[in-house]
């Protein structure tokens, strides 16, 4: 099987699709508009389009027609509906092309306008077929009347349970010291509900003094400088750490220091992150966001608290550092829940199943 991924090949989540095919025997070409800045393994063919984003997704369109007829593909799939999927249906290739839908380009764009509506519906209904990271999404597809009667799989992320695990010498050196860490790993914007967290432990360190905390939160965005400013309005800032970014493949030393993950999103098609955290066998706690209750089982992985509820955020960590053995508990459920359902290896094999069902119809625009 010959596979052409139209995707950014600077994000971590096409090299691990690109990676994982290639490693189950599917030949894997990549084009994209985005300068490559991960590693693809050597089997793994990249070209890079001349015109960039956001123009590019138009410009492209005759250098795409003559890369396909050259690579000869068995199936097309564009990572992201806007942007690529419209490259994707505008270069009108000779074989099925499937739009893998990532978030904000259902939950967000067509929300714009009934023009940007009307644009994300021209598009995937043009697709031989369209897949899904979760199920909410593909809800959210039908609650907007977008693509009736193109077929929808669902196709999750899968999580590198080989690299996303639980690190000995790190948790024994946990075990030693005094402190309860709280973490998260998210973009800091608005939509990721940061400032909850912070409020949430705030509370939580005045109503538990007996106990020493400390909240660590990884990543960048734009709203970086109004966290910092919160946490010392709040007057927190001495126990809260801001990391900054953390390369994917770093990800799991910083887990492992956490007794607890936290991830309160006021909107999330898919919860990776929260999948990574389980992986390495923490606890997590997370708000009532679709795509989070979808990959934790409440009071089995972790705790699900109504979005934006900073006294239900506090109780919820309350029960949980106050209980270690409920922590472990929803931590080794959680380990067992990502092995069984959600590692990289048997969400590539529902890839490539969906690949197969689509090539094998026969029949595509």
């Known amino acids: 099987m010959k596979i052409v991924l139209l995707s950014a090949a600077n994000n971590v989540h096409t090299v691990k699709w690109a990676n994982g095919l290639a490693r189950s025997g599917v030949h894997v070409h990549v084009i994209s508009l985005h300068a490559m800045t991960q590693d693809f393994d050597?089997?793994?063919?990249?070209?890079?389009?001349?015109?960039?984003?956001?123009?590019?997704?138009?410009?492209?369109?005759?250098?795409?027609?003559?890369?396909?007829?050259?690579?000869?593909?068995?199936?097309?799939?564009?990572?992201?509906?806007?942007?690529?999927g419209l490259l994707s249906?505008?270069?009108?290739?000779?074989?099925?092309?499937?739009?893998?839908?990532?978030?904000?380009?259902?939950?967000?764009?067509?929300?714009?306008?009934?023009?940007?509506?009307?644009?994300?519906n021209y598009i995937l209904c043009r697709a031989t077929a369209i897949f899904s990271t979760s199920y909410c999404m593909?809800?959210?597809?039908?609650?907007?009347?977008?693509?009736?009667?193109?077929?929808?799989?669902?196709?999750?992320?899968?999580?590198?349970i080989d690299l996303f695990k639980p690190i000995p010498a790190i948790q024994n050196d946990n075990a030693q010291r005094d402190k309860i860490v709280i973490g998260t790993v998210k973009s800091l914007k608005?939509?990721?509900?940061?400032?909850?967290?912070?409020?949430?432990?705030?509370?939580?360190v005045n109503e538990v003094p007996e106990c020493v905390f400390e909240l660590q939160i990884y990543g960048e965005g734009v709203e970086a400088d109004s966290l910092v400013k919160l946490a010392t309005q709040l007057g927190i800032a001495k126990q809260v750490i801001f990391g900054g970014f953390v390369p994917n493949n770093e990800v799991?030393?910083?887990?492992?220091?956490?007794?607890?993950?936290?991830?309160?999103?006021?909107?999330?098609?898919?919860?990776?992150?929260?999948?990574?955290?389980?992986s390495c066998e923490?606890?997590?706690?997370?708000?009532?966001?679709?795509?989070?209750?979808?990959?934790v089982?409440?009071?089995?992985?972790?705790?699900?608290v109504p979005i934006d509820d900073i006294a239900s955020t506090t109780a919820a960590l309350k029960e949980l550092v106050m209980d270690a053995g409920k922590r472990r508990l929803y931590g080794l459920e959680g380990r067992k829940k990502v092995v069984d359902k959600y590692s990289e290896t048997a969400c590539i094999d529902t890839m490539?199943?969906?690949?197969?069902?689509?090539?094998?119809r026969k029949s595509y625009p």
């Open 42 to 84: 050597s089997s793994v063919s990249v070209h890079l389009l001349p015109f960039k984003a956001s123009l590019g997704y138009l410009l492209n369109v005759f250098k795409l027609r003559k890369l396909l007829k050259e690579i000869e593909p068995d199936l097309l799939n564009a990572h992201y509906a806007t942007g690529y």
């Open 282 to 295: 923490l606890p997590v706690l997370v708000s009532d966001a679709e795509g989070l209750c979808e990959v």
């Open 138 to 160: 593909q809800k959210e597809l039908n609650s907007q009347s977008l693509a009736k009667g193109v077929p929808v799989s669902i196709t999750p992320f899968g999580v590198n």
């Open 352 to 360: 490539i199943a969906a690949y197969k069902q689509v090539i094998e």
């Open 252 to 278: 799991p030393q910083i887990l492992n220091r956490f007794d607890l993950y936290v991830a309160l999103s006021r909107s999330e098609s898919f919860g990776v992150a929260v999948l990574e955290a389980s």
């Open 297 to 304: 089982s409440d009071k089995s992985t972790g705790l699900i």
């Open 89 to 120: 249906v505008l270069a009108r290739q000779s074989c099925p092309n499937v739009i893998s839908l990532w978030g904000s380009d259902i939950y967000l764009f067509p929300k714009k306008s009934a023009v940007h509506s009307w644009l994300l």
């Open 190 to 204: 608005h939509i990721y509900g940061i400032d909850v967290l912070l409020n949430a432990f705030e509370r939580l």
